[in-house]
């Protein structure tokens, strides 16, 4: 399932890509998108506040199990309309062994909106 590295980029390229955590404080099912998902709302605290996000995480999690948990997200790319919902930030996983969304927590309790360096 290993993909070959991207290409080489400067720090200040990843710079550019705003990646924060934070508190999930709603999670309902999507049952319109095209590919199972799952509508979540994630509070990065002041002063980004509360973001909407399609994921597709429906193989690990359950709307009612995800209330609270903490994850990572690029803030920072323009929203993306995906069916009747506009998703603001692109909540990030990694792909398990058959390739289903695992997502990206921190192992330790930190604030929200704490940006990943």
């Known amino acids: 399932m290993s993909e070959q590295p991207a290409a080489e980029i400067s720090f200040a390229d990843f710079l550019k890509v705003d990646i924060r955590i934070g508190t999930i ?3 309902e099912p999507f049952p319109e998108a ?3 998902a799952i509508k979540l709302r994630i509070d990065f605290g ?3 506040g509360v973001k909407k996000s399609s994921a597709q995480i429906t193989r690990h999690y359950r709307p009612e199990t ?3 948990k903490k994850v990572a997200a ?3 790319f ?3 309309q995906i069916g009747p919902f506009m998703s603001e930030v692109l909540t990030l ?3 398990d062994a058959d390739g289903e ?3 990206f927590s921190p192992d330790v309790d930190v604030p929200d909106g704490a940006r990943l360096f």
């Open 66 to 68: 995800l209330v609270g």
């Open 78 to 80: 323009p929203p993306r």
């Open 25 to 27: 404080v709603t999670a």
């Open 74 to 76: 690029v803030i920072n």
């Open 46 to 48: 002041d002063p980004v």
């Open 93 to 95: 996983g990694f792909p």
């Open 34 to 36: 095209r590919k199972p």
């Open 101 to 103: 969304v695992v997502l």
